[in-house]
C-alpha cells in the first residue's frame, strides 16, 4: 500500500538499493483465486492474540489432536475433515498477524496450504537461512505490474529498469524514491 517508506528501505532492500513492485489489486486477487491461494492483509494486533479467534483456535485444534494422539496408539494418518478445515484457520490466522511494530508496513500476503498446492499445482521445496520452505510457482500477468519505484540508494539508471522492463512487454510506471536517505 505504501511504496516509498524509509523505514522499508532500510529494513528490506539491501540498504536502500532495492526496488519496490506496485501491483494492480484486482490482479492480484484474480492469481490469487485461480491458483488455490488466499489473498490477505496483515492485521497488528499481536499482543491481543490470547484473546482473538487464532488462540482459541490454535488451543481448540491442537487439544483435539493431543487427545487423539496421546489416547490412542501414538500416531495418526489422517485428521477429519473438520479437524483439518480448523487447522487451515487457525494457521492462517497465524500468518495474518504481526506486531504492531510492523504497521506502518501495510502488509499484505498471498497464502496457501501445501497439502493442497501440491494437490492442484505441485508446490516446489527450497532451501533458506531458516531450512526448507514450499513455494508454488504462479505465472502473474505482465500488465499486473503498475510501477516499479528504485530505492534512493539504487544504482542503475531509471532509463535502464524502463528497457529491461519494456524487453519483458511490461509497462509500467518507473519513478526513484523520494526517501532521503544517509546509509
Given at each position: 500500500e505504501k511504496r516509498d517508506l524509509l523505514s522499508q528501505w532500510r529494513g528490506y532492500a539491501e540498504n536502500g538499493s532495492?526496488?519496490?513492485?506496485?501491483?494492480?489489486?484486482?490482479?492480484?486477487?484474480?492469481?490469487?483465486?485461480?491458483?488455490?491461494?488466499?489473498?490477505?492483509?496483515?492485521?497488528?494486533?499481536?499482543?491481543?492474540?490470547?484473546n482473538s479467534s487464532f488462540n482459541k483456535n490454535m488451543h481448540s485444534c491442537y487439544n483435539q489432536n493431543a487427545v487423539r494422539y496421546f489416547g490412542g496408539t501414538g500416531a495418526f494418518t489422517t485428521l477429519d475433515c473438520d479437524l483439518q478445515n480448523l487447522d487451515h484457520r487457525a494457521i492462517e490466522e497465524l500468518y495474518h498477524n504481526k506486531n504492531p511494530a510492523f504497521r506502518e508496513e501495510s502488509e499484505w500476503r498471498l497464502l496457501g496450504f501445501t497439502e493442497t498446492l501440491n494437490e492442484k499445482l505441485g508446490a516446489e521445496y527450497r532451501h533458506g537461512p531458516n531450512g526448507f520452505s514450499s513455494f508454488t510457482r504462479v505465472r502473474l500477468p505482465k500488465n499486473a505490474i503498475k510501477m516499479v519505484t528504485m530505492g534512493p540508494n539504487h544504482p542503475t539508471e531509471r532509463r535502464t529498469i524502463e528497457r529491461i522492463l519494456h524487453s519483458c512487454d511490461i509497462s509500467a510506471d518507473v519513478r526513484r524514491s523520494g526517501a532521503s536517505y544517509r546509509g
Open positions: 532495492g526496488l519496490c513492485i506496485t501491483f494492480d489489486f484486482e490482479m492480484l486477487k484474480d492469481l490469487a483465486q485461480r491458483n488455490f491461494l488466499r489473498l490477505i492483509k496483515v492485521g497488528y494486533d499481536y499482543p491481543t492474540i490470547g
